[in-house]
């Protein structure tokens, strides 16, 4: 129920607001464009189907790359295999986080301890040479790319759910829900859990981005599937065939602007929802609202510190 | 003084961990790659290379447990082993050549962008709802989506290619490094801009965004309610009372930030052109040198736990609570 309203309400909130609007539009024909690709796409997205690095024209609306390949089809293809394995290292690492953060508020003492200090060595770790490493040694894929992403991407969310289940375990109905006689596993599924929705939902969408970014990084750096394509792979070769010294902008602007593109849009959604849970961050439209046009900075509305 | 034992300690089993990492993963990950690596080279080296090239990938009768002292030692001692696409050169001697260009790019870079960020973020919370608080979060928002590289390939194409404001690649215009003079310094400067202004663009935005969210909570705290009545400058509200408190959770950050703004730094050197560690890193992946990859995977943790380190020694000397011994 908790979760259902907090869904609710942020729909008729977060649709008020022109940010989340313009997200979402962005999105929807990202995702839309790519998940389309097979009916929509003019080309084979790897055979060679104009001359090389054509600037856009009637025939190849995004021009071709410098191997001849249309760079629309490319885009649309590659949104696809870059999204999906995007998603799925998504899903991966706010469960593993999840699990994470809540067997430590789950068993307390030395096991909350000990999954902290590892959580905190795994963020402490800088990711990308640790992913090339991983990478290097495992064989090229979207399975390796699932399983290096996950493995270095979860930790930050451990941290934050911890955090989030810590001040939550303070809180006066778990108080009750203990004192009741509830058994703690059912405190930390019925209680905590639907409870962290909001934060869950944030770290989602900000790992879908962080599995974008990560993935077209590891994939320029030439540790991708080369038979693929992908966003990544395509400004791989669009930095490996020159394409910047020869002009072509339309080979690595097209494939970076749809990763930038679909960050921001997530960003932009993300943002929404986290004023949705920050109050003070909501207080300033609240305000507007109320015809108060400019409010000084110490106006603003005092919110209790653990309310 | 506890406190900074306590992070000592932490960075150190850090180090352990990464260390450990690197020694089983050529020797635990499925397909063997290590018997693929020596199978390779096997026709291109000689005797005594290729049996050392074995002992390090663990390819000997060494029980494990002894092949991994052997390593330890070896990386106390800086033995970081030996470049398979450069043979007989130490890793160590082409990573130290461009370690310095990258510790000069990254130091300037996260400290433009954490200042200038922390600067914006006070500014856009001062002027609650103004013109510039308006613009800046969705600006920074957007250029904060980009990943490191591609926003690198757009201002190389736009400033080296195009206009040829900045040159194109490298650290230095002569062949040998300039002398320290104040001509070779400017030199070193102007090629630095680029690469440097692309991290800062990419990075800016979370300093501002958090400054600025740290900063409107600050800001509606009693105690600077009461600075305002008691009639301080405004200027004296903003820098003393809100600015440093609300600059906490930023300089936390900046730990934090340190390992991700050198992973994008390095996709960023190797657009560029930047003679840093970032040109090691893609030269040993496109060459497949496995025993390179590792070394660049150590040095440059190690590297990121020692700025860690200085950050938390920093972070004592802003908040007296940490020296005090309680918790922050």
């Given at each position: 129920?908790?979760?259902?309203?907090?869904?609710?309400?942020?729909?008729?909130?977060?649709?008020?607001?022109?940010?989340?609007?313009?997200?979402?539009?962005?999105?929807?024909?990202l995702v839309g464009s790519s998940?389309?690709?097979?009916?929509?796409?003019?080309?084979?997205?790897?055979?060679?189907?104009?001359?090389?690095?054509?600037?856009?024209?009637?025939?190849?609306?995004?021009?071709?790359?410098?191997?001849?390949?249309?760079?629309?089809?490319?885009?649309?293809?590659?949104?696809?295999?870059?999204?999906?394995?995007?998603?799925?290292?998504?899903?991966?690492?706010?469960?593993?986080?999840?699990?994470?953060?809540?067997?430590?508020?789950?068993?307390?003492?030395?096991?909350?301890?000990?999954?902290?200090?590892?959580?905190?060595?795994?963020?402490?770790?800088?990711?990308?040479?640790?992913?090339?490493?991983?990478?290097?040694?495992?064989?090229?894929?979207?399975?390796?790319?699932?399983?290096?992403?996950?493995?270095?991407?979860?930790?930050?969310?451990?941290?934050?759910?911890?955090?989030?289940?810590?001040?939550?375990?303070?809180?006066?109905?778990?108080?009750?829900?203990?004192?009741?006689?509830?058994?703690?596993?059912?405190?930390?599924?019925?209680?905590?859990?639907?409870?962290?929705?909001?934060?869950?939902?944030?770290?989602?969408?900000?790992?879908?981005?962080?599995?974008?970014?990560?993935?077209?990084?590891?994939?320029?750096?030439?540790?991708?599937?080369?038979?693929?394509?992908?966003?990544?792979?395509?400004?791989?070769?669009?930095?490996?065939?020159?394409?910047?010294?020869?002009?072509?902008?339309?080979?690595?602007?097209?494939?970076?602007?749809?990763?930038?593109?679909?960050?921001?849009?997530?960003?932009?959604?993300?943002?929404?929802?986290?004023?949705?849970?920050?109050?003070?961050?909501?207080?300033?439209?609240?305000?507007?609202?109320?015809?108060?046009?400019?409010?000084?900075?110490?106006?603003?509305?005092?919110?209790?510190?653990?309310? | 003084?506890?406190?900074?034992?306590?992070?000592?300690?932490?960075?150190?089993?850090?180090?352990?961990?990464?260390?450990?990492?690197?020694?089983?993963?050529?020797?635990?990950?499925?397909?063997?790659?290590?018997?693929?690596?020596?199978?390779?080279?096997?026709?291109?080296?000689?005797?005594?290379?290729?049996?050392?090239?074995?002992?390090?990938?663990?390819?000997?009768?060494?029980?494990?447990?002894?092949?991994?002292?052997?390593?330890?030692?070896?990386?106390l001692h800086g033995d970081f082993?030996?470049?398979?696409?450069?043979?007989?050169?130490?890793?160590?001697?082409?990573?130290?050549?461009?370690?310095?260009?990258?510790?000069?790019?990254?130091?300037?870079?996260?400290?433009?962008?954490?200042?200038?960020?922390?600067?914006?973020?006070?500014?856009?919370?001062?002027?609650?709802?103004?013109?510039?608080?308006?613009?800046?979060?969705?600006?920074?928002?957007?250029?904060?989506?980009?990943?490191?590289?591609?926003?690198?390939?757009?201002?190389?194409?736009?400033?080296?290619?195009?206009?040829?404001w900045f040159p194109m690649g490298?650290?230095?215009?002569?062949?040998?490094?300039?002398?320290?003079?104040?001509?070779?310094?400017?030199?070193?400067?102007?090629?630095?801009?680029?690469?440097?202004?692309?991290?800062?663009?990419?990075?800016?935005?979370?300093?501002?965004?958090?400054?600025?969210?740290?900063?409107?909570?600050?800001?509606?705290?009693?105690?600077?309610?009461?600075?305002?009545?008691?009639?301080?400058?405004?200027?004296?509200?903003?820098?003393?009372?809100?600015?440093?408190?609300?600059?906490?959770?930023?300089?936390?950050?900046?730990?934090?930030?340190?390992?991700?703004?050198?992973?994008?730094?390095?996709?960023?050197?190797?657009?560029?052109?930047?003679?840093?560690?970032?040109?090691?890193?893609?030269?040993?992946?496109?060459?497949?040198?496995?025993?390179?990859?590792?070394?660049?995977?150590?040095?440059?943790?190690?590297?990121?736990?020692?700025?860690?380190?200085?950050?938390?020694?920093?972070?004592?000397?802003?908040?007296?609570?940490?020296?005090?011994?309680?918790?922050?």
């Amino acid at each position: 129920m908790a979760l259902y309203d907090t869904l609710a309400g942020a729909r008729r909130k977060a649709f008020g607001s022109i940010p989340v609007t313009v997200g979402a539009v962005i999105l929807v024909i990202l995702v839309g464009s790519s998940a389309l690709a097979q009916w929509i796409a003019p080309y084979n997205p790897k055979r060679a189907t104009g001359g090389i690095n054509e600037f856009p024209s009637l025939k190849h609306l995004f021009g071709t790359t410098g191997q001849g390949q249309d760079v629309l089809s490319q885009f649309l293809y590659g949104g696809q295999n870059t999204l999906w394995i995007a998603f799925t290292i998504a899903v991966l690492t706010t469960l593993l986080a999840l699990i994470v953060a809540l067997t430590a508020a789950y068993f307390r003492g030395w096991v909350d301890d000990v999954l902290t200090l590892v959580t905190n060595v795994f963020l402490v770790i800088p990711s990308l040479p640790l992913i090339v490493v991983l990478a290097a040694f495992l064989p090229p894929g979207p399975l390796t790319m699932i399983m290096v992403l996950t493995i270095t991407g979860w930790a930050f969310g451990a941290r934050l759910f911890r955090s989030q289940a810590l001040s939550l375990r303070e809180r006066e109905f778990i108080a009750a829900a203990e004192d009741v006689g509830e058994r703690r596993w059912r405190i930390v599924a019925i209680e905590l859990l639907p409870n962290m929705g909001s934060v869950v939902a944030a770290y989602f969408v900000n790992q879908v981005i962080f599995a974008i970014t990560a993935q077209a990084s590891l994939e320029f750096l030439g540790l991708g599937d080369g038979g693929q394509v992908t966003w990544g792979s395509m400004l791989f070769w669009a930095q490996n065939t020159s394409a910047l010294i020869r002009g072509a902008w339309w080979t690595f602007v097209v494939p970076g602007m749809a990763i930038a593109l679909t960050a921001f849009s997530l960003a932009l959604i993300n943002n929404a929802v986290d004023e949705l849970g920050n109050p003070r961050l909501r207080a300033d439209r609240l305000l507007r609202r109320a015809g108060v046009r400019k409010p000084s900075a110490s106006l603003m509305t005092p919110v209790k510190r653990n309310a | 003084m506890l406190y900074i034992a306590k992070r000592l300690a932490f960075y150190l089993l850090a180090a352990f961990v990464a260390i450990t990492v690197n020694f089983f993963l050529p020797r635990l990950t499925p397909g063997d790659p290590a018997s693929t690596i020596v199978a390779t080279y096997s026709t291109t080296l000689n005797e005594a290379s290729l049996n050392a090239l074995k002992a390090a990938y663990g390819l000997t009768d060494e029980p494990l447990f002894t092949q991994y002292v052997t390593y330890l030692g070896n990386i106390l001692h800086g033995d970081f082993g030996r470049s398979l696409s450069n043979f007989p050169a130490p890793v160590t001697a082409i990573i130290s050549a461009g370690f310095g260009w990258s510790i000069l790019l990254g130091l300037t870079s996260v400290l433009i962008s954490f200042v200038l960020g922390s600067a914006l973020g006070a500014l856009a919370a001062w002027r609650r709802g103004g013109l510039f608080d308006k613009l800046a979060p969705p600006v920074l928002l957007f250029l904060g989506s980009f990943p490191y590289f591609f926003l690198a390939l757009l201002l190389f194409y736009l400033f080296c290619f195009k206009l040829q404001w900045f040159p194109m690649g490298n650290a230095y215009s002569s062949v040998n490094p300039p002398p320290f003079t104040l001509n070779g310094i400017g030199d070193v400067l102007f090629h630095l801009i680029a690469p440097a202004f692309t991290i800062v663009l990419v990075s800016l935005g979370p300093w501002t965004l958090n400054m600025r969210n740290a900063m409107i909570g600050v800001l509606s705290e009693d105690y600077l309610t009461l600075a305002e009545a008691k009639g301080l400058k405004p200027r004296r509200v903003l820098f003393a009372h809100a600015v440093r408190t609300a600059l906490l959770p930023n300089v936390t950050a900046l730990g934090a930030a340190i390992g991700g703004v050198f992973s994008g730094q390095l996709l960023t050197e190797i657009v560029f052109t930047y003679p840093g560690l970032g040109y090691s890193l893609m030269r040993a992946v496109s060459s497949v040198d496995y025993p390179l990859m590792q070394a660049l995977f150590l040095i440059i943790t190690l590297s990121v736990l020692v700025a860690n380190f200085v950050v938390d020694t920093v972070y004592v000397l802003l908040d007296p609570r940490v020296r005090t011994g309680q918790e922050a």
